[in-house]
């Protein structure tokens, strides 16, 4: 049974439709990758499947529960979120930012408890956070400021956790290790991942199913082999016979060449055969 | 020593971090220790000399099952107990007051500029007096005059109407709620200067009113101000975690369960009622909900659950000590409180911001 659907789901600022009566479905232990050209309304749907903006219509429903009828410290007991460069505030240190995972599990005017701590330790060891816990986050790096932010989620200790571009800071260690530990976590503890991420081949390497949205609708989903495909990588993002075969693991790898865009045309001649 | 491979190794020390509660808790306790001591002081300060021992006698013989036999006169007792301890309990509580409500504002608003008066509560309280110095009425409830009642009654009137011009949809932006706070405490201060203007012999009256002062307290003040200050106080106490999160984005507190939109209603609700409950006797006083809240952020940290009862011991203590100086340095004559807490609590900022070498993490 799924653990989070996504049924007919219509998102829309004003006038402007950002999501079109989209429907897709995640299992649990399942990574699911949303991918799609900028401002075809991943982060949106991001929003909407947190319950931070509310859909036009359609539903989001967890555990088989409407999640616009569950409260919102309940909610967030059961799902984490990894927003796109989050705003934090300078002057907390870098454990307390993570103790604030904590946050919906604690009754008003309780304190962390010694169990809580002992949670927050082991969020920023898995992020490798914990050498610098004690800074203030203004001295901190976008790289760092977003293992944070992971590190927070995983404090949550939610069922589900939704990633909205957690690698664009990184550099490429970073990146594998935050997307080893993810994908460790959802074949360990059954943990349900719902991930963003421009990085074509991270997508492919990791996610066990992925969603090509393209202007807010569902282009193609399955499994990589079946979304990243020369077809469906020129009709969504218009770039043409880039994609190939991973030489190790075989997973569908996109390479990139100069040239191969619409602006590319004019040395298009000059390819050699 | 070999390197440990995947670096994840976490040595023992990095499990001693903490946050810094233990020093927290000790300065709220010597804080406490200190208002005491500050309001002990400050009553046997002043033009008539009352010893320290006979101040503390007369004091102590006011709880129950203490008795001393009285060596004073009746008059010193009722300088003491009915002229300057009603003043002194009054400035402690519009201290706390006012500091706890600005740092209540500045971290609903995430704005370190943001003070007890930002959304129009002076402004609003001010025109109200105002407008309660030029009625030619006689007019009293419970024992007080007009101004107080429209001063207060002008204060949440402005929020109120603020908040409702500031709301998008179901939403109130923290943006929007500032600029209509703004230009609506503008509005107010325009008409407010033309009345003034026209004052006439009452300029003088208000212009005291406008820069604060405490020479008319009494404890029928303190019995209304309390309850107000009191309950605030507690509400926002509640809501300290959430405010942490709030520092947060709004979608990020979202995420972590807080309700934003009706934690922002209930924290702007209490810290307004609070101010306006605190301008209503004694006027506009002004630097204490901004100073107060970033000395305490600099020595102690922005963690609201001990930012705000810290910010509520230090306002109540900072502006006792004003007062104290306000009535003395120049005796008989008393210079506006607003004054003193420019000329002493400046400095004082301006150190702790120095000694910081001018980084400030807010």
């Given amino acids: ?273 | 020593m070999l390197k440990n491979a995947t670096g994840s190794l976490t040595p023992n020390s990095m499990r001693n971090i903490r946050p810094h509660w233990r020093g927290r808790v000790y300065a709220i306790a010597g804080l406490s220790i200190a208002v005491i001591v500050v309001v002990a002081v400050a009553t046997t300060i002043g033009s008539v000399e009352i010893p320290i021992f006979t101040t503390l006698r007369i004091l102590l013989s006011q709880l129950p099952f203490i008795d001393f036999s009285p060596d004073w006169t009746g008059s010193t007792e009722t300088i003491l107990l009915n002229i300057r301890l009603p003043r002194i309990i009054l400035a402690g509580l519009i201290g706390a007051a006012l500091a706890v409500a600005g740092a209540t504002y500045q971290g609903l608003f995430r704005n370190p500029l943001a003070d007890p008066y930002l959304i129009g509560a002076a402004q609003g309280a001010a025109l109200g007096a105002v407008i309660g110095f030029l009625l030619p009425v006689e007019f009293s409830a419970m024992g007080f005059g007009l101004i107080p009642i429209l001063a207060f009654t002008g204060a949440v009137v402005s929020v109120a109407v603020v908040y409702i011009l500031a709301r998008v949809g179901k939403t109130v932006p923290v943006t929007t709620l500032i600029l209509a706070g703004v230009a609506l405490g503008a509005l107010w201060g325009s008409i407010y200067s033309y009345l003034i203007i026209i004052s006439g012999d009452k300029i003088h009256g208000i212009i005291f009113w406008v820069m604060g002062s405490f020479s008319l307290s009494k404890w029928s003040e303190v019995g209304v101000v309390l309850p107000y200050v009191a309950i605030g106080i507690i509400v926002i106490l509640l809501y300290s975690r959430s405010l942490n999160i709030m520092q947060l984005d709004e979608e990020q507190a979202k995420q972590l369960g807080v309700n934003v939109e009706r934690t922002k209603l209930i924290l702007l609700a209490a810290a307004t009622l609070i101010t306006a409950a605190a301008v209503s006797f004694v006027g506009t006083i002004g630097f204490v909900g901004i100073i107060i809240p970033h000395a305490v952020r600099l020595i102690w940290g922005p963690d609201h659950r001990f930012l705000l009862p810290l910010s509520v011991l230090s306002g109540a203590i900072f502006l006792i000590l004003a007062d104290l100086i306000a009535r003395t340095v120049m005796s008989p004559t008393e210079i506006p409180i607003g004054i003193i807490t420019a000329i002493c609590g400046v400095p004082f900022f301006l150190y702790l911001l120095r000694r910081r070498k001018g980084i400030v993490y807010f």
Avoid: W
């Fill in chain 1, 1 to 273: 049974m799924a653990k989070l659907e996504v049924n007919d789901l219509t998102l829309a600022y004003g006038k402007t439709t950002v999501i079109d009566t989209m429907s897709f479905s995640v299992s649990k232990g399942e990574v699911l990758g949303l991918i799609g050209p900028n401002g075809s309304g991943k982060s949106t749907l991001i929003k909407a499947v947190s319950h931070v903006i509310t859909p036009r219509s359609g539903r989001v429903i967890l555990d088989s529960k409407d999640i616009s009828m569950i409260h919102r410290s309940e909610l967030a007991r059961l799902l984490a979120v990894v927003p796109q460069t989050p705003i934090l505030p300078s002057s907390f240190s870098a454990f307390e930012i993570v103790l604030m995972g904590r946050n919906p599990h604690l009754g008003l005017l309780r304190y962390e408890s010694e169990n809580d701590m002992e949670i927050t330790y082991r969020a920023m060891e898995r992020t490798a956070t914990l050498p610098f816990a004690e800074r203030r986050i203004g001295e901190l790096s976008g790289g760092e400021i977003q293992r944070i932010v992971i590190a927070r989620a995983l404090a949550q200790q939610t069922e589900v956790i939704l990633l909205d571009e957690p690698t664009a800071n990184l550099d490429i260690n970073h990146q594998l290790e935050i997307l080893d530990l993810i994908k460790s976590l959802c074949t360990l503890n059954h943990l349900t991942v719902i991930i963003t991420l421009h990085d074509l081949n991270l997508a492919a390497q990791y996610c066990d199913r992925l969603v090509l949205i393209k202007t807010g609708q569902v282009h193609a989903q399955g499994t990589p082999e079946e979304v990243i495909t020369t077809d469906n990588i020129r009709e969504v993002y218009g770039t043409d016979n880039c994609v190939y075969t991973h030489p190790v693991n075989g997973r569908p790898t996109v390479l990139l060449q100069a040239g191969g865009s619409r602006n590319g045309n004019l040395n298009r001649n000059n390819k050699p055969e």
